[in-house]
Every structure is written in C-alpha cells, then in structure tokens.
C-alpha cells in the first residue's frame, strides 16, 4: 500500500474530536511513508488531515471538481492539486490513484465515496481495503444498519466483513494492510417462479 485515500466532511462537525481524529490520521498517513489523496479542499476535516499529513512532511494529493473549487476552497499547499471537471470524475481519479480507503466523519458526499467503492470492491473490479475511522461512535448506527441489512439477505457477510472498522488511527490503519479481498462471486441470485 503506497496511498491511502480518506474521504471525509467538507465541515468539522460538532464535536472537536471529529478534527483531533482527521489530525492525527493525516500525521500517521505521513509518518508511515504513505501518500494521502483525498477531495482536495482546504476546509471542515479536509483541510485539518490534508494539512496534518503536510505538516508531518507526507505528500497529498487532492482531486476537486472545477465546480467545487470555491465552494471548499481548494487548498493550494498541497503537493499536488488536481482539478477535474465532474463529481464522477474526481471519484474515479481518487480510486485509481489510491491503495486502500478510509471514511471519517462526514455527510452525504462522504458516504456516497465510500459505499461507491465498496460496491466496485464487492463486484471484484478492485480488491483495496476500506475502513471507517469511527470517532465518538459517529458510525455506530450505520454499522447497526448494515448489520441489519447483512440479516436480512440483502447483504452477504463477506462484503459486509470487506469493511474495517476502529477508533484508532494506527490499529484501523493496520487493518487495511492485513486485508485479503473476498472471492468474488455471483451477486444476484434470481427468484424462480
């Protein structure tokens, strides 16, 4: 694993230890040798982990749409700044650059990121680890919901156990390096009349 792409909120949150998380995750993404790639902009938990993992002397790529360069004001420090034209395309550019994903604190955008490749990790058109950074129980209740789903049948528990899931950096870290990726297999099973 050489990058690590994070996908996280544009706003801090509510809680300080939303950013102190993204802090600390930047300055490990760094000191581990590792790139971070991430949405490009300078504000909420992006700027706090984009300038953490700068400061820390680590290398950051960021990939930002045209639209949203004002809107999250793309950071001009980074080591490289990419601007693309589409939302679409800043997803694909984070995935191929990246070697394994980790979601922290964030809305619908950062969801939306994260379930994305873990649909492209579950059909096998990727085999790179994912994780949540679950910081004050944010993702408690996503978790629960999933849980939910994979009993239901909607959800195989090998692409529901395809996700790591820690409070620490370093230990959830540690967990994308150990992933083996599931086999794929058929998703779908028709019903029979």
């Known amino acids: 694993?050489?990058?690590?792409?994070?996908?996280?909120?544009?706003?801090?949150?509510?809680?300080?230890?939303?950013?102190?998380?993204?802090?600390?995750?930047?300055?490990?993404?760094?000191?581990?040798?590792?790139?971070?790639?991430?949405?490009?902009?300078?504000?909420?938990?992006?700027?706090?982990?984009?300038?953490?993992?700068?400061?820390?002397?680590?290398?950051?790529?960021?990939?930002?749409?045209?639209?949203?360069?004002?809107?999250?004001?793309?950071?001009?420090?980074?080591?490289?700044?990419?601007?693309?034209?589409?939302?679409h395309e800043r997803k694909a550019a984070m995935a191929d650059l990246a070697d394994g994903f980790i979601a922290l604190a964030g809305g619908i955008g950062t969801m939306e990121e994260l379930f994305e490749v873990w649909t492209w990790g579950q059909l096998g058109l990727h085999t790179k680890p994912l994780g949540f950074l679950d910081v004050a129980g944010f993702f408690r209740h996503l978790h629960q919901f999933l849980d939910h789903m994979a009993a239901e049948g909607f959800v195989k528990q090998r692409h529901r156990d395809m996700v790591a899931v820690d409070e620490d950096p370093a230990r959830l870290l540690a967990s994308l390096r150990d992933y083996a990726a599931p086999t794929t297999v058929r998703v779908i099973n028709r019903l029979t009349t």
């Open 1 to 87: 694993m050489r990058r690590v792409c994070v996908f996280c909120g544009s706003n801090p949150g509510a809680r300080p230890e939303y950013a102190q998380s993204a802090a600390a995750l930047g300055r490990l993404i760094a000191e581990s040798g590792l790139e971070l790639v991430y949405g490009g902009g300078n504000v909420g938990l992006m700027g706090v982990v984009a300038d953490a993992a700068l400061a820390a002397g680590g290398r950051v790529i960021g990939v930002i749409p045209e639209a949203l360069m004002k809107w999250e004001v793309g950071h001009a420090g980074l080591t490289e700044l990419r601007v693309v034209a589409s939302m």
